[in-house]
């Protein structure tokens, strides 16, 4: 705006050519004022009524979580609980076996995780900064990968699994291959082959990063004798970390809450997210167990409220890990380069 | 004439190092993805019984096929309803991250913790966790209505009033049923959005600054702005992100549900190949047609 009023101000030096156009900039700011007040204000309701569409599900969980069993059919009650009690909290925890189911997703997220950062940044870099023959094929067949619903191979898969085999050697000891159904062997397989869960979305997320990256940098530690994979590990990766980050918080947070790998692969419900499935079915039984009634005797809106809490719980560990790395989870969104 | 010869040797010999680099992934591509997707052809075209010590393929010719789309009750119908579905939602979504993206590039107080609200529904938003609380009743009981909207006064009111206003000042039917209707379902296209806005902002911030400046002088509106500047630079991204919402819509829906339904419960393995045949057929094509009619529009730098 300055430069503009001063080459203004040279090319026409009469006082009032210069007055007029002061004038007109008062003017033309305090419309400008205006303008952005009341856009301040439409802003402000927008982001604070969205947040809200975002946050009211979870406060309600937690307010529902912690409201007495008395206070459902207490009209009176709304959001604030009466009586506040811990007591759902207890009966969940017992019922759904929490400690060891989250210990047990913890596990399975936290090696997915390791084990898809570090292949999926490899690859992507190998795509990103070489140059060889049928890169271009083969990138597109990482997209094919993203395309392809899981379901269309899901069968294959599953057998793949039950009788596992490596090029007929294990064959060769045990009739059949293997059967890594129900355990974690087939996360371990597919993640550390960057086929795992959105595995494909990683890579692509990694070259555009890499190829983002100046490449004088690299050519600076070639011509200090830096090999290939001296100059990954110490010079690419230490700079990689907003994409990283995102990577692993979206692998964590995705093998966390799947249902798919996880039912076809673990036959019993051991993780967070298949005992999430079935909960509400294991906490009417354990209730119509207990009180003698039948399952028909179950008060449905208190299993609601218990599957509620169960929901809470699960989701506890993700919020606590989401708190810890938003702030590098939401710097790296706009150094990430996922836009190339 | 030695530098020209020497330069690409050198490149070449580097760029054998990337084998190691993609072997991992190459290997899992061919044993787990490309096999896999040969096999599942095959599968489709016959039936396949498991016995403990294998598999045996009796060939059975197109009666997947024919089962799946003429035979069976539900495949149809289930199908019909995903691609509507996701007909509806990716341009709402699409449009609602671009919004949503342009508020948050914006400077202003608690921008910070706008942002990490609006990426939560990254994280709780996925898989078993939304698919629960759809169906939840204590909860959709206290929010007013929540997904049925007979059974709540709290959802009528909502859009009611406005539906009959669009309608009275004479703007077509279709158009504002399906407008309000996404303003009842605003949580569902929040939830699908976080990725989308994460996309959409790291392409906002990508664009030169300089260029608003120059607009700006040149006395163009924010609107100008947005249409002129905004819009195209980001077009490449709208493309993205319509690819993104598109399979994000069908990776997990009633038809992925009756696919695994119909290999795991009723061991139908052949049928539920056949199924996934087509679905991702259907997907392929969709994909092509909205890539091609978006690209030819997309502005590239």
Same mark, same amino acid.
């Given at each position: 705006?300055?430069?503009?009023?001063?080459?203004v101000?040279?090319?026409?030096?009469?006082?009032?050519?210069?007055?007029?156009?002061?004038?007109f900039?008062?003017?033309y700011?305090?419309?400008e004022k205006?303008?952005?007040s009341?856009?301040?204000?439409?802003r402000?309701v927008?982001?604070?009524?969205?947040s809200?569409?975002i946050l009211y599900?979870?406060?309600?969980?937690?307010?529902?979580?912690?409201?007495h069993?008395?206070?459902?059919?207490?009209?009176?009650v709304?959001?604030?609980?009466?009586?506040?009690?811990?007591?759902?909290?207890?009966?969940?925890?017992s019922t759904?076996?929490?400690?060891?189911?989250?210990w047990h997703s913890?596990?399975?997220?936290?090696?997915?995780?390791v084990?898809?950062v570090?292949?999926?940044?490899l690859?992507?870099?190998g795509?990103?900064?070489?140059t060889?023959?049928g890169?271009?094929?083969?990138?597109?067949?990482v997209?094919l990968?993203?395309?392809v619903?899981?379901?269309?191979?899901?069968?294959?898969?599953?057998?793949?699994?039950?009788n596992?085999d490596?090029f007929?050697?294990?064959?060769?000891?045990?009739e059949?291959?293997?059967n890594l159904?129900?355990?974690?062997?087939?996360?371990?397989i597919?993640?550390?082959t960057g086929?795992g869960?959105k595995?494909?979305?990683?890579?692509?997320?990694?070259?555009?990063?890499?190829?983002?990256?100046?490449?004088?940098?690299?050519?600076?530690?070639?011509v200090?004798?830096a090999g290939?994979?001296?100059?990954?590990f110490?010079?690419?990766?230490?700079?990689a970390?907003?994409?990283?980050?995102?990577v692993?918080l979206f692998?964590?947070?995705w093998?966390?809450?799947d249902?798919?790998?996880t039912t076809?692969f673990?036959?019993?419900?051991s993780?967070m997210s298949?005992?999430l499935q079935?909960?509400?079915?294991?906490?009417?039984h354990?209730?119509?167990?207990?009180s003698?009634?039948?399952?028909g005797?179950?008060d449905?809106f208190y299993v609601s409220?218990l599957v509620?809490?169960?929901?809470l719980?699960?989701?506890?560990?993700?919020?606590?890990l989401?708190?810890?790395?938003?702030?590098?989870?939401v710097?790296?969104v706009?150094?990430t380069?996922?836009?190339? | 004439?030695i530098?020209?010869?020497?330069?690409p040797?050198l490149?070449?010999?580097?760029?054998r190092?990337?084998?190691?680099f993609i072997?991992p992934?190459?290997?899992?591509f061919?044993?787990l @993805?490309?096999v !896999?997707? =040969?096999?599942?052809?095959?599968?489709?075209? %016959?039936?396949? +019984?498991?016995?403990?010590?294998?598999?045996?393929l009796d060939?059975?010719g197109m009666a997947?096929y024919?089962n799946a789309?003429?035979?069976?009750?539900?495949?149809?119908?289930t199908l019909t309803e995903?691609?509507l579905?996701m007909?509806?939602n990716v341009?709402?979504?699409?449009?609602?991250?671009?919004?949503?993206?342009q508020?948050?590039?914006?400077q202003?107080?608690g921008?910070?913790?706008?942002?990490?609200? @609006?990426?939560l !529904?990254v =994280?709780?938003?996925?898989?078993v966790?939304a %698919?629960?609380? +759809?169906?939840?009743?204590?909860?959709?009981?206290?929010?007013?209505g929540?997904?049925?909207?007979?059974?709540?006064?709290g959802?009528?009111?909502r859009?009611?009033?406005?539906?009959?206003?669009?309608?009275?000042s004479?703007m077509?039917?279709?158009?504002v049923?399906?407008?309000?209707g996404?303003?009842?379902?605003?949580?569902e296209i929040v939830?699908a959005a976080?990725?989308?806005?994460?996309?959409f902002?790291?392409?906002?911030?990508a664009?030169?600054?300089?260029l608003y400046?120059a607009a700006k002088?040149?006395?163009?509106?924010?609107?100008e702005?947005?249409?002129k500047?905004?819009?195209?630079?980001?077009?490449?991204l709208?493309?993205?992100?319509v690819i993104?919402?598109?399979i994000d819509?069908?990776?997990?829906n009633?038809?992925?549900?009756?696919?695994?339904?119909?290999?795991f419960?009723?061991f139908?393995f052949?049928?539920?190949?056949a199924?996934?045949w087509?679905?991702?057929?259907?997907?392929?094509?969709?994909?092509l047609?909205?890539?091609?009619?978006?690209?030819r529009?997309?502005?590239?730098q």
């Open positions: 705006m300055s430069l503009m009023t001063g080459k101000i040279n090319s026409k030096k009469e006082g009032q050519e210069v007055q007029r156009w002061e004038r900039q008062q003017r700011l305090t419309l205006v303008k952005s009341v856009w301040t204000i439409v402000a927008l982001i604070i009524g969205l809200y569409v599900p979870i406060l309600l969980k937690v307010s529902i979580a912690f409201t069993r008395v206070d459902l059919y207490d009209p009176t709304m959001l604030i609980p009466r009586n506040v009690t811990l007591e759902n909290f207890e009966y969940v925890i759904m076996n929490y400690a060891k189911v989250t913890f596990l399975l997220s936290a090696m997915t995780m084990l898809t570090i292949t999926c940044s690859v992507g870099y795509f990103a900064r070489f060889f023959k890169k271009n094929v083969l990138f597109s067949l997209i990968t993203i395309l619903p899981p379901q269309t191979i899901m069968v294959p898969t599953y057998i793949n699994y039950r596992f490596l007929g050697l294990i064959g060769l000891f045990n059949g291959g293997l159904i129900g355990s974690y062997w087939p996360f371990v597919s993640s550390a086929m869960l595995a494909g979305l990683f890579i692509f997320i990694f070259r555009q990063f890499f190829k983002s990256f100046p490449k004088e940098i690299e050519e600076a530690a070639f200090d004798g290939v994979f001296k100059t990954f110490q010079i690419m990766l230490p700079n970390i907003p994409a990283i980050i995102t692993m692998s964590f947070v093998q966390w809450n249902v798919y790998y076809m673990l036959d019993n419900a993780v298949t005992q079935t909960v509400g079915a294991t906490i009417a354990r209730l119509s167990t207990t003698g009634g039948g399952v005797a179950v449905p409220m509620n809490t169960s929901i719980l699960a989701i506890l560990p993700l919020i606590v989401y708190l810890f790395v938003q702030r590098h989870f710097e790296s706009e150094r380069g996922i836009v190339g | 004439m530098v020209s010869k020497r330069k040797t490149e070449e010999r580097r760029g190092w990337a084998w190691v072997a992934w190459l290997l899992g061919t044993l @993805f490309a !896999p997707l =040969i096999q599942s052809m095959f599968y489709s075209f %016959s039936e396949l +019984s498991l016995s403990p010590t294998g598999l045996q060939f059975k997947n024919r789309l003429m035979e069976h009750v539900d495949y149809n119908r995903a691609v579905n007909l509806l341009p709402l979504v699409v449009i609602f991250s671009l919004f949503v993206a508020l948050l590039n914006q202003f107080k921008r910070m913790i706008a942002r990490v609200i @609006f990426f !529904p =994280i709780l938003a996925s898989g966790i %698919s629960i609380e +759809s169906g939840d009743f204590l909860q959709s009981a206290i929010m007013g929540g997904n049925d909207p007979a059974t709540g006064a959802s009528m009111l859009s009611f009033e406005l539906e009959r206003l669009l309608i009275q004479g077509n039917e279709l158009f049923t399906y407008l309000t996404s303003v009842d379902r605003i949580y939830s976080g990725v989308q806005i994460i996309i902002l790291a392409g906002l911030q664009i030169a600054p300089q400046e002088i040149e006395g163009a509106t924010g609107y702005a947005f249409w500047i905004t819009f195209p630079m980001i077009s490449p709208i493309l993205t992100n993104y919402t598109v819509a069908f990776t997990s009633d038809m992925t549900t009756l696919i695994q339904e119909t290999a419960r009723q139908d052949g049928l539920s190949a199924m996934s087509i679905y991702f057929i259907i997907i392929a094509l969709i994909l047609i909205t890539t091609y009619s978006i690209n529009k997309v502005f590239y």
